[in-house]
T-cell receptor, first 119, second 121 residues
């Protein structure tokens, strides 16, 4: 069984502050992928990043950065110098690598963190 | 190159009616996933289909829900005799044919549609 926990239900910060969204996961699979998605108020899902379990390098993309730590089963997401347009619900998700015998190929999502950036 | 299309975007049904949600995958994609997002919740996997074949329906409610992905046409998620608790956003995702072997290359991206918001009155 897999599980993704996003303990922060809602975070509110003032624009230009840095903010970190936590994601902790549980899986019995040795190979898997982790994801972050953004869901703006319009409702669609926007893919942000995919990281495989073999690669623990941190990644930076503009104001976004991700910290993957296998030892603590965490995949945290940091937004630097937040902007009002970053306001959205952010989901962390997990899936086993296909054909690894890990079960359903569907993504397992956390409950999401509602990020509010105040001007 | 059109993305994953879902229609209708919004659907209103009265209790007891049937709801049909359609998903047209991206061109060349032969795999479809359906997810349900209840209010204030994350997405929950429902079913995974190939054309004319259900691969995994472990997330589907046992009654009233069914899904198909025919050889021609869109994938359909059908909910019979809807109840208020079925009100949710239903997302479809598609991915291309999954290749066997090649550990790091065997993942195929799931591309999500915009969702159908079902409201049951």
């Amino acid at each position: 069984a897999q599980k993704v926990t996003q303990a922060q239900t809602e975070i509110s910060v003032v624009e230009k502050e840095d903010v970190t969204l936590d994601c902790v996961y549980e899986t019995r699979d040795t190979t898997y992928y982790l994801f972050w998605y953004k869901q703006p108020p319009s409702g669609e899902l926007v893919f942000l990043i995919r990281r495989n379990s073999f690669d623990e390098q941190n990644e930076i993309s503009g104001r976004y950065s991700w910290n993957f730590q296998k030892s603590t089963s965490s995949f945290n997401f940091t937004i630097t110098a937040s902007q009002v347009v970053d306001s959205a619900v952010y989901f962390c998700a997990l899936t086993p690598l296909p054909y690894s015998g890990g079960g359903a190929d569907g993504l397992t999502f956390g409950k999401g963190t509602h990020l509010i950036i105040q001007p | 190159n059109a993305g994953v299309m879902q229609n209708p975007r919004h659907l209103v049904r009265r209790r007891g009616q049937e709801a049909r949600l359609r998903c047209s995958p991206m061109k060349g994609h032969s795999h479809v996933y359906w997810y349900r997002q209840l209010p204030e919740e994350g997405l929950k996997f429902m079913v995974y289909l190939q054309k004319e074949n259900i691969i995994d329906e472990s997330g589907m409610p046992k009654e009233r829900f069914s899904a198909e992905f025919p050889k021609e046409g869109p994938s359909i998620l059908r909910i019979q005799q809807v109840v208020r608790g079925d009100s949710a956003a239903y997302f479809c995702a598609s991915s291309p044919f999954q290749l066997a072997g090649g550990l790091l290359s065997s993942y195929n991206e799931q591309f999500f549609g915009p969702g159908t918001r079902l409201t049951v009155l």
